[in-house]
């Protein structure tokens, strides 16, 4: 990946952007089981800051909100942190 899009405009990380590299940043919920103090809070904030491209919008006890290209990565980051994480799902009628 050497372009991603990041509030509308293309950003060039290895040297040619073209359009069809670009990849939006989605906003996704995460429910995470095992959170349960505010340690737990800071831990999983530090994961989450480590994922590559990854904004962390809200952290709080069993749940974070993040802005991701993908948000397998942030499952990954937590369960490699210790905890179980899965995106939370959105009905609609």
């Not at 991603?4 to 040619?16: H, P």
């Not at 505010?38 to 990854?54: D, E, N, S």
């Not at 952290?59 to 990954?76: D, E, F, M, S, W």
Request: some cysteine; glycine content about 8%; aromatic content about 2%.
């Amino acid at each position: 990946m050497s372009c991603i899009e990041l509030w509308g405009k293309r950003i060039d990380i290895a040297g040619s952007c073209e359009r069809n590299q670009i990849q939006r940043m989605s906003e996704v919920t995460l429910n995470i089981d095992g959170m349960h103090c505010g340690a737990c809070v800071k831990r999983v904030t530090q994961a989450l800051q480590h994922i590559p491209g990854a904004e962390v919008l809200e952290v709080r006890i069993g749940a974070a909100r993040v802005k991701t290209q993908n948000p397998a990565l942030a499952v990954a980051a937590l369960a490699k942190a210790g905890y179980t994480a899965r995106q939370e799902t959105r009905e609609t009628s």
